[in-house]
């Protein structure tokens, strides 16, 4: 880093599920934030948990036998999201 100082981002945990046409879960739904490495999967539940960094999110679901569907998230320090 020559000569930087780092300093530590601040991440904030999303949690969703993810549901079929029938609003059955999806198990096995990969969900990646977009530019960051940073994934998860989906439980026998549909459930996922993210670790995401203040600001503008592109979030990219991807399964089997679906299209994929990229969202964008907006987390802020005080936002709570439903």
């Given at each position: 880093m020559l000569g930087s100082i780092a300093f530590a981002q601040d991440?904030?945990?999303?949690?969703?599920?993810?549901?079929?046409e029938n609003a059955?879960?999806?198990?096995?739904?990969i969900v990646r934030v977009q530019n960051t490495g940073s994934g998860a999967v989906?439980?026998?539940?549909?459930?996922y948990e993210l670790r995401l960094p203040e600001g503008?999110?592109?979030i990219h679901?991807?399964?089997?036998?679906y299209k994929g569907k990229t969202?964008?998230?907006?987390?802020?320090?005080?936002?709570?999201?439903?």
């Open positions: 991440f904030y945990v999303v949690q969703g599920y993810v549901v079929d059955e879960p999806l198990v096995g739904v989906t439980n026998e539940l549909g459930q503008l999110n592109r679901f991807s399964f089997i036998g969202i964008e998230e907006v987390v802020l320090k005080k936002t709570v999201l439903n």
